[in-house]
Structure formats: C-alpha cells, structure tokens
C-alpha cells in the first residue's frame, strides 16, 4: 500500500489521530500471524520431528513418520492456527479498509461501505490495548483479549515520525510497554 502524508491527518498534537485508508494484505496478516504463532509454539513442532529424526538411525521408518510430520501434519497444523484466529472477528478488522481514529478515549475503526456490514463501528478502549511491537512494516497493538488478537498498522500510513510517535503516546496512557523487533 503506498501512502502519502494526505492519508494521516493529526488534530490538536496528541489528543486525536486520524488515520486514512488503514488495512493490510491478507498475505502480511498471514504472515504475522503465523509468525508470532511460531515464535511461541516452535518447540512443539520441531521436538517430535527432531526425535523421529534421531530414532531413524535405529529403525529407518521413522524417517518416514518425520517426513509425514513435515510435509502433513505441520501444514495442518498451520492451517488450523489460522482457521482458529485468523477469522476471529477483530483479526478481520486488520484486513478491512478502515479510517483509524486514535484519542484519549480509545481506538475508533471506521470500515468502508463495501464490506456490507451492519455496524461498520468498532471501539477499543485504551484498557483493551497491551503491549505494541514495531516491526519493520507495521506497528501492532497487541489486544489483552487474547494472545492472538491484534490490530496492524502500516508505518507508512503515518505521515512522519512524530505522528507515529504521537499515536504511541496516545496508546501508552493506559501504562503499556512498547517492544521492538528488529526480526522484520
């Protein structure tokens, strides 16, 4: 998404943001959200390979029953994760155009019309707002609701580094942290 500062429009310094045409692919939603899946649970898909990896030295066939958990369960697996969160509700909202309205009350989301929706209103209140990681692409506000809800938004949406930091301020009067990943 290429965006220009005519998307991000600031009023009155830090006490309201308002951000234009927010939304992100489904392919980089995937991937962050696979990501931050495999950043957790990785031992829990590497240890059963690495076992069956190590006792085919013994008996050949589980050689085999690795390759399965591979190219089979893994992708399975995988795919499960993104059923399960990937649909929620207020993970959908990250794919979805939306105007982002940031003040002291809270996250305001604006979707557009054509998602057909009866309430294209969607509020979060600065309570309902964890932890925020930067990545390289996208500043995401981890929501306290569950472990795998969160909102992205591309940096590129902002219109300088001061609105980014503005929108932050704004997000961190309820006490969050703010974490950085270089990973990306």
């Known amino acids: ?7 991000a429009v600031s009023y009155m310094g830090t006490q309201s943001i308002k951000l234009r045409d927010v939304y992100i692919t489904q392919g980089t939603f995937g991937h962050i959200l696979l990501y931050r899946h495999l950043r957790r649970k990785w031992w829990a898909y590497a240890a059963p390979i690495t076992l069956c990896a190590a006792m085919s030295f013994f008996d050949i066939r589980f050689l085999l029953v690795a390759l399965m958990m591979i190219f089979i369960m893994v992708p399975m697996a995988l795919l499960l994760v993104y059923i399960n969160h990937g649909l929620d509700p207020v993970n959908r909202y990250n794919i ?34 964890g932890n925020h990681t930067t990545c390289a692409h996208c500043l995401l506000l981890n929501l306290r609701q569950s472990r795998h809800r969160f909102m992205a938004i591309p940096l590129a949406t902002f219109a300088n580094e001061q609105q980014l930091r503005s929108f932050i301020d704004i997000c961190h009067r309820n006490g969050t942290e703010t974490e950085t990943q270089a990973e990306r």
């Open 1 to 7: 998404m290429k965006s220009s500062a005519a998307n």
């Open 96 to 129: 979805m155009r939306k105007e982002l309205i940031a003040d002291t009350d809270g996250l305001t989301l604006v979707m557009d019309e054509e998602y057909g929706m009866k309430n294209r209103i969607a509020t979060f209140g600065l309570n309902e707002i």
